[in-house]
Structures are given as C-alpha cells and as structure tokens.
C-alpha cells in the first residue's frame, strides 16, 4: 500500500525513536547518480523532529481522511 500525506505511520526498527508514530509530511522520489537508482523517501513529523526514511521503513497504520471535491 502506497504511502501519502497526511497518513499516520510506524517507524519500522528505529528503536532509538522515543515516539514511533509520526505524521507523513512528504513522499518523493530520488536518484542516487552514481549507480542509477531511484528511490521512495518519506518524510514525517515523530516526536516533533522531522525524519527522512526509505518508503520501507514506515508502516502504514492509519489513511488520511480525503474529501473528494
């Protein structure tokens, strides 16, 4: 399941994160030059502090409401 804004998600085996729950505050691709890869990083408020990890190491744990217009 795809991650988005606004989800509330797990911060998988980041044991040294106080609080394991964070917000999703951004979801972007990147490509590391050297050898060609593209990559899902997440972004999420835990704990206050903002925190970028690869799209795996969050679980989902509860979808954003969206209002359709």
């Known amino acids: 399941m795809k991650i988005r804004v606004g ?15 964070g917000i999703v505050t951004e979801v972007k691709q990147i490509r590391h030059e050297q050898s060609e890869t593209d990559y899902t990083v997440v972004t999420a408020v835990v704990g206050g502090k903002y925190f970028t990890f690869p799209d795996e190491s969050y679980e989902l744990v509860s979808r954003a409401e969206r209002k359709n217009k």
């Open 7 to 21: 989800d509330l998600v797990r911060v998988r085996g980041k044991d040294w994160l106080q609080q394991p729950l």
